[in-house]
């Protein structure tokens, strides 16, 4: 069974304080891990996808990395805006093409 | 206009009535997904659907059903509500292909009292 722990739970940061959320998986192949931004009342919002261990992608203040059995969401110098929850899913080989969520990582950046 | 819309946005419903949450999208996309969303769970998949005749259960179907009624319309029903299904009920959309992103509508805040 495919499994995806995020943590921590929550993060609490002052602005410019930079951090890293992490997303471990477990799953018999990896076609593809996904993470998504969420606010609060609306749906994820798409931001990257990782395909295989080593590679990563940045956008404004965030960077995701992937390795073979986690990835990071690094945040650099983040700002109020930043503000959300953090969601992490994988999409396994042979998975009937689905994606596992994990419980994602609620972000408070303070001012 | 939103690419993905949850209608309604919230709603409130007595237990043991019968509900019915609607989906529709702009995208094109022939999948289509429910999931519902529990503080401290994440997102857990009820149903999903590839096209018009093709409909599957999820990790958590008891309790819920499907209909695909167009390409863009997709509507989760509760025949018999009960209070442990009050949480936020998600549709979303993929295209087509091996790692698409997922585009999510708005969500639907259901409590069954």
């Known amino acids: 069974e495919d499994q995806v722990t995020q943590s921590p739970e929550a993060l609490r940061l002052q602005e410019g304080e930079s951090s890293s959320l992490n997303c471990s998986y477990t799953?018999?192949?990896?076609?593809?891990l996904f993470w998504y931004r969420q606010d609060p009342g609306k749906g994820p919002e798409f931001l990257f996808t990782l395909y295989s261990a080593g590679e990563e992608k940045e956008k404004e203040r965030l960077k995701a990395t992937l390795t073979k059995k986690e990835s990071f969401l690094h945040i650099t110098a983040p700002k109020p805006e930043d503000s959300a929850t953090y969601l992490c899913a994988v999409q396994a080989t042979g998975s009937a093409r689905q994606l596992t969520f994990g419980s994602g990582t609620q972000l408070t950046v303070l001012p | 206009d939103a690419d993905v819309t949850q209608t309604p946005r919230n709603r409130i419903t007595k237990t043991g009535k019968r509900i019915m949450l609607e989906c529709s999208q702009t995208?094109?996309?022939?999948?289509m997904y429910w999931y519902r969303q529990d503080p401290g769970l994440g997102l857990r998949l009820i149903y999903y659907?590839?096209?018009?005749?093709?409909?599957n259960k999820g990790e958590i179907s008891d309790g819920y059903s499907v209909s695909r009624q167009a390409q863009a319309k997709f509507s989760l029903s509760l025949e018999s509500a009960i209070p442990n299904q009050t949480a936020l009920y998600f549709c979303?959309?993929?295209?087509?292909?091996?790692?698409?992103?997922?585009?999510f509508g708005q969500g639907t805040r259901l409590t069954v009292v």
């Open positions: 979303a959309t993929r295209e087509t292909g091996a790692n698409t992103e997922a585009f």
């Open positions: 799953v018999s192949g990896l076609r593809g």
């Open positions: 659907s590839f096209d018009v005749k093709d409909i």
């Open positions: 995208k094109g996309h022939d999948r």
